[in-house]
């Protein structure tokens, strides 16, 4: 899996997880982004609050286009992004590849406007 594979394909419902063997190859493929249990999780730091809510802004379009919506915690200088599948493992959550598609997605974003 390359990170461009991830790139040109689109979130769609699933209720497929991935299974663990598959998991370090995607993590791989999405630099920065680790396993936190059932989702994979990023932190992106910023210079000031401004910069901060500019991100924010600037992934909204991109998660309700993939509808795929992470957790995000917010602070002055600083986003958490959480991603998980809600619909996966019967309905108790997981990662599957739409969490890895928007992942490779937000850090595009973040390179082109901030890196």
């Known amino acids: 899996m390359k990170t461009s594979d991830l790139l040109a394909k689109k979130s769609a ?4 997880g991935l299974q663990d063997n598959e998991l370090p190859t995607y993590l791989a493929s999405t630099p920065g982004w680790t396993q936190d249990g059932p989702r994979i999780v990023k932190t992106y730091n910023f210079k000031n609050y ?3 809510l500019a991100f924010v802004n600037a992934i909204a379009f991109t998660i309700h286009e993939e509808d795929h919506h992470p957790e995000l915690v917010v602070t002055y200088s600083r986003v958490v ?3 998980d599948t809600h619909t996966v493992n019967g309905g108790k959550g997981g990662i599957s590849e739409n ?14 406007t901030f890196g």
Do not use: G, P, S
């Not at 419902?13 to 497929?16: G, K, L, N, R, W």
């Not at 969490?99 to 082109?112: G, M, P, R, Y």
């Open 99 to 112: 969490d890895f598609i928007c992942a490779a997605k937000l850090d595009v974003i973040f390179t082109q």
């Open 13 to 16: 419902h699933t209720e497929i």
């Open 81 to 83: 992004v959480k991603f």
């Open 50 to 52: 401004y910069e901060t």
